[in-house]
């Protein structure tokens, strides 16, 4: 089965700090499944990018929804995803949002 690096990336001031995506990371690790695993994350002035590995990215993403959606994070999160080598592919939210790593 194909691997998938899913991004979930917050800009703005609802995750601000390292700390604050460290956080997020704890609580998302519980709800990942064997074929999935946290990589890392990144932490720049724009934006703030946790890296999952995926088989099945829309799935993961789904299975991930109502936690950001509990933590008030949904509206404030892109979710992308690419094979290697590969463009990304927006999956939240819905409209043609652009999406760039940086």
């Known amino acids: 089965m194909p691997s998938y690096e899913l991004v979930l990336q917050f800009r703005g001031r609802q995750v601000e700090t390292e700390d604050e995506v460290v956080a997020i990371e704890d609580a998302l690790v519980e709800l990942l499944r064997d074929t999935e695993m946290l990589d890392d994350h990144e932490v720049s002035g724009a934006a703030r990018n946790l890296l ?24 404030h999160v892109i979710a992308a995803f690419r094979a290697p080598g590969e463009a990304y592919t927006v999956i939240w939210p819905a409209s043609g949002t652009v999406f760039s790593r940086t």
């Open 52 to 75: 999952v590995t995926t088989t099945d990215p829309r799935a993961t993403f789904a299975r991930l929804a109502p936690f950001l959606a509990k933590a008030a994070l949904l509206d």
